[in-house]
């Protein structure tokens, strides 16, 4: 049984920081990618970021490039999502993601419909 269990999501005025943890269990997923997703209400769920465990392989949606930043430590089987300069827009619940599949291209971090294992999210929320 494959489980992804989020954390770190909270309340935060803007400009402030948040550090999201994914742990994954169940089986290793080594060569595999990890993704952020993250879904506000009355929207779809949209891409945030994404990294391979080797961490060769790094994509960030533009609205959130250079702000935030995918991290993993392999060992702990987890990912985070370091979460700075936070506005406003940022508001929404996010997800982690994996697939246990080879997939090539950029499609396969970006789109979500590309990942079979979900989290049951954390919600941030930014005030301004």
């Known amino acids: 049984q494959v489980q992804l269990v989020e954390s770190g999501g909270g309340f935060v005025q803007a400009g402030g920081s948040l550090r999201l943890s994914c742990a994954a269990s169940?089986?290793?997923?080594?060569?595999?990618?990890m993704g952020w997703f993250r879904q506000a209400p009355g929207k779809e769920r949209e891409f945030v970021a994404a990294?391979?465990?080797?961490?060769?392989?790094?994509y960030y949606a533009d609205s959130v490039k250079g702000r935030f930043t995918i991290s993993r430590d392999n060992p702990k089987n987890t990912v985070y999502l370091q979460m700075n300069s936070l506005k406003p827009e940022d508001t929404a619940v996010y997800y982690c993601?994996?697939?246990?599949?080879?997939?090539?291209?950029?499609?396969?971090?970006?789109?979500?419909?590309?990942?079979?294992?979900w989290g049951q999210g954390t919600q941030v929320t930014v005030s301004s």
């Open positions: 993601a994996t697939r246990d599949y080879s997939c090539s291209g950029s499609g396969c971090y970006t789109n979500f419909g590309m990942y079979k294992y």
């Open positions: 169940g089986r290793t997923f080594s060569n595999y990618p």
């Open positions: 990294t391979t465990w080797s961490g060769g392989i790094i």
